[in-house]
């Protein structure tokens, strides 16, 4: 679990800031839904109904399946958001990069 500790630290103040039935947006929430599920959090997951899905960016290189599960716009409930708010906030702060 090494490598996936900070996704799982951050699901971990996701659970217990976020009351049961809680969702979050992961680039591949499709394959570290394993990871999740197999951690010590797993348990807690399940007890809560927490959710990965996958952003919709993302979610359109993955396969017809993989998106039917994960895919943001075939999951009831998550509204009009697309799971990538966090890239709005890089691409703008990217005119604050110096050039080279």
Request: proline share 2%; glycine share 12%; aromatic share 10%.
């Amino acid at each position: 679990y090494i490598r996936a500790k900070y996704p799982l630290a951050i699901i971990d103040k996701l659970l217990t800031v976020y009351d049961k039935n809680g969702a979050c947006a992961y680039d591949i929430g499709c394959a570290f839904t394993k990871t999740l599920g197999t951690s010590a959090l797993g348990p807690q997951v399940r007890e809560l109904g927490f959710h990965l899905m996958a952003g919709a960016f993302h979610g359109h290189a993955h396969n017809h399946m993989c998106q039917l599960d994960w895919h943001l716009m075939y999951i009831t409930g998550t509204g009009h958001s697309e799971g990538e708010g966090c890239k709005h906030i890089f691409s703008a702060s990217n005119a604050l990069a110096r050039g080279t």
